[in-house]
């Protein structure tokens, strides 16, 4: 297990009161992103909770090769809100996208449909859309997107890989 560097006992409180040890991964319970990131108050700014726990546990985070930014904090896991510092591992931009290909979250173009972390709706909402004969207005207000999205939806710009049945 690493050890824990320079942090209040404060912090380690409230990282470990957030943590659910039943599974493999520590579930960041606490404030999330939209893809599912845990985020927290971390050196007086917002920070990404896996890279807070890399920081906590292992030190700061190198700069890449180009020495312009840091590293990215990678999860061995493949859940963006797991904490668990042996579940991390340091990777530059090209480390973190074959990592996702390797894991099959990228498609050809990118995730589609409901693979997609910040998708709102799933198959069956977009056949019920394509089905329906309600205005685009309404239908938006009904699903929570965007006027924009139905058209998307309608026109199989967006979501068309859904077949109707």
């Known amino acids: 297990m690493p050890t824990i560097r320079n942090v209040s006992d404060?912090?380690?409180?409230?990282?470990?009161?957030?943590l659910?040890?039943?599974?493999?991964?520590?579930?960041?319970?606490?404030s999330r992103t939209p893809l599912g990131y845990g985020q927290m108050r971390f050196r007086g700014t917002r920070w990404l909770s896996?890279?807070?726990s890399w920081v906590i546990h292992f030190g700061?985070?190198?700069k890449d090769d180009n020495h312009y930014q840091t590293m990215g904090v990678l999860h061995r896991c493949d859940n963006p809100a797991c904490v668990n510092p042996e579940h991390l591992?340091?990777?530059?931009?090209?480390?973190?996208?074959?990592?996702?290909?390797?894991?099959?979250r990228?498609?050809?173009?990118?995730?589609v449909g409901t693979e997609h972390g910040r998708a709102i709706l799933d198959d069956d909402a977009v056949r019920r859309i394509r089905?329906?004969?309600?205005?685009?207005?309404?239908?938006?207000?009904?699903?929570?997107v965007s006027?924009?999205?139905?058209q998307h939806i309608l026109k199989r710009r967006s979501w068309a890989h859904v077949k109707d049945i």
């Open 10 to 18: 404060a912090m380690r409180l409230r990282m470990k009161s957030m």
């Open 20 to 30: 659910d040890m039943e599974t493999g991964c520590w579930e960041w319970s606490g």
């Open 50 to 52: 896996h890279r807070a």
């Open 60 to 62: 700061d985070i190198p």
């Open 89 to 104: 591992f340091l990777g530059d931009r090209k480390a973190n996208s074959l990592d996702s290909v390797s894991k099959g």
């Open 106 to 111: 990228w498609g050809r173009r990118g995730c």
């Open 131 to 144: 089905a329906g004969g309600e205005s685009v207005t309404n239908l938006a207000k009904e699903y929570g």
């Open 147 to 150: 006027k924009s999205a139905i």
